[in-house]
């Protein structure tokens, strides 16, 4: 470490403010500055080691530095940095819930944010394997897969051990991987002839009282009887709800590459989009987190200049929080006909640094009958990380430790806010506990509706 940080090694005592990512600025694209930058931040994370239980990114780093020459950083080739990039999955827990060191520290660290930086400097100098393009390109990929003939037949290709093993050995997918189920029936096509409510609508604290949704990729493609429920919860709430008509990506998966020219191209499409029913004073959700954060976090920090985009964050909720806001309003229906019984919820990692706290269970134990156990580490999923042949080993060892959780819990129901963590923790239970429900649908369930 150099003289001029080495002193300060309390904590930060305030909650992490974040700077914009920075992508507009030409040092951001400079790639021997991304490599200062990079030995900067590594050799703070070698100095506390705070970090080593959260993704595989700290323990390769830790074990680079403790297997070189000097068992220092400057031990290490600056190539082998690229396999700590390789292992974030920009969950941005280490900044939100571990690193003692994030703005306004003076070391001003921000792990997730180097890392996305250096996705995108080596994105746009190299490009990204088409397995990687494939995967993240979810708006084509569920068009095509959604029509009818096509969808059973990727559905049924999807179990079938011959056709995962060419899957492997061509794409790079893991044949043990669990994959989405595609719909041949989206979201707006089961909702076409759905209309919002005609009633009064309600505030109530920042909520309006009527409610857009984002439906997403997975929600339009591989679970729109998700949209179905947030519908029903919604309007037995008396709240009028619809759907957003035309969407693209949010583009999240986008991010994981580290493909900012991808989410540009996304935002342009979507922010306008959004930002006229915000000012109509429709309230905004996703029934993913990581869409979710998308609109609250990721593009806020990289538009930060964007009034548009922030219109949008202003006007975007997860479910849960919106729905406890009303409840603290009074205006939530707590007429619950079904109990529940013992529920295990699993908190998603992008739920968790949009710091809402734990609204799904607060929620669900407001039910009469009804013991809801939370579970708050990463189910291993994250994005195309569980599927891909080089990491699903590593995402089922970070999941392993939820996995047990619920055995031992041995709940009535289980299930994640992220459907796609969802899948991963039936995936990794071997479906001992039944299949994974979302809190939406347990909630619909309660109501008896």
Request: proline share 6%.
């Amino acid at each position: 470490m150099t003289t001029d940080t080495t002193p300060v090694l309390e904590g930060n005592q305030k909650a992490p403010k974040r700077h914009p990512l920075g992508q507009d600025q030409e040092a951001f694209w400079d790639g021997e500055a991304l490599y200062k930058e990079m030995e900067r931040q590594f050799d703070i994370c070698h100095m506390c080691r705070r970090c080593f239980s959260l993704c595989d990114s700290f323990p390769t780093l830790f074990d680079l530095i403790d297997e070189s020459p000097t068992l220092e950083l400057d031990g290490v080739d600056r190539a082998a940095y690229w396999t700590v990039v390789d292992q974030c999955y920009l969950c941005d827990l280490c900044f939100m819930t571990k690193c003692p060191y994030t703005p306004p520290h003076v070391f001003n660290m921000d792990f997730p944010h180097l890392m996305l930086r250096a996705k995108a400097v080596r994105n746009r100098k190299e490009g990204s394997k088409l397995r990687d393009r494939v995967l993240t390109a979810t708006d084509a990929v569920g068009r095509l897969a959604g029509i009818p003939v096509v969808a059973q037949t990727v559905n049924a290709a999807n179990r079938m051990p011959a056709a995962r093993y060419v899957l492997e050995k061509t794409l790079g997918v893991h044949r043990k991987a669990k994959l989405p189920v595609y719909s041949s029936c989206s979201a707006h096509r089961r909702l076409a002839k759905h209309r919002p409510l005609e009633t009064a609508v309600k505030p109530a604290g920042r909520t309006h009282g009527k409610m857009a949704i984002f439906v997403t990729c997975y929600g339009e493609h591989n679970l729109p009887s998700l949209i179905e429920d947030m519908v029903c919860v919604f309007e037995h709430n008396g709240i009028p709800t619809r759907l957003v008509l035309e969407e693209r990506c949010c583009g999240m998966p986008k991010m994981e590459l580290g493909d900012l020219e991808a989410i540009d191209e996304l935002k342009n499409y979507n922010i306008p989009r959004l930002d006229t029913l915000a000012a109509k004073g429709w309230d905004l959700i996703a029934p993913i987190p990581s869409c979710v954060l998308m609109y609250k976090q990721e593009l806020p920090m990289m538009y930060p200049h964007d009034e548009a985009v922030a219109r949008v964050k202003a006007a975007f909720f997860d479910p849960f929080e919106y729905l406890m806001l009303r409840h603290e309003g009074g205006l939530l229906n707590t007429d619950f006909r079904q109990e529940l019984g013992k529920v295990v919820c699993h908190a998603s990692c992008h739920q968790r640094v949009q710091n809402i706290g734990p609204k799904t269970q607060e929620l669900l134990a407001l039910v009469p009958g009804t013991e809801v156990e939370l579970i708050q580490r990463c189910s291993g999923h994250d994005g195309t990380y569980a599927i891909k042949r080089e990491t699903y080993d590593k995402a089922m060892k970070i999941g392993r430790p939820v996995f047990r959780q619920i055995a031992t819990a041995a709940p009535d129901w289980y299930g994640s806010d992220c459907p796609l963590a969802g899948d991963q923790l039936e995936h990794g239970t071997k479906g001992k506990f039944g299949a994974v429900i979302h809190p939406i649908t347990l909630l619909r369930q309660a109501y008896g509706i």
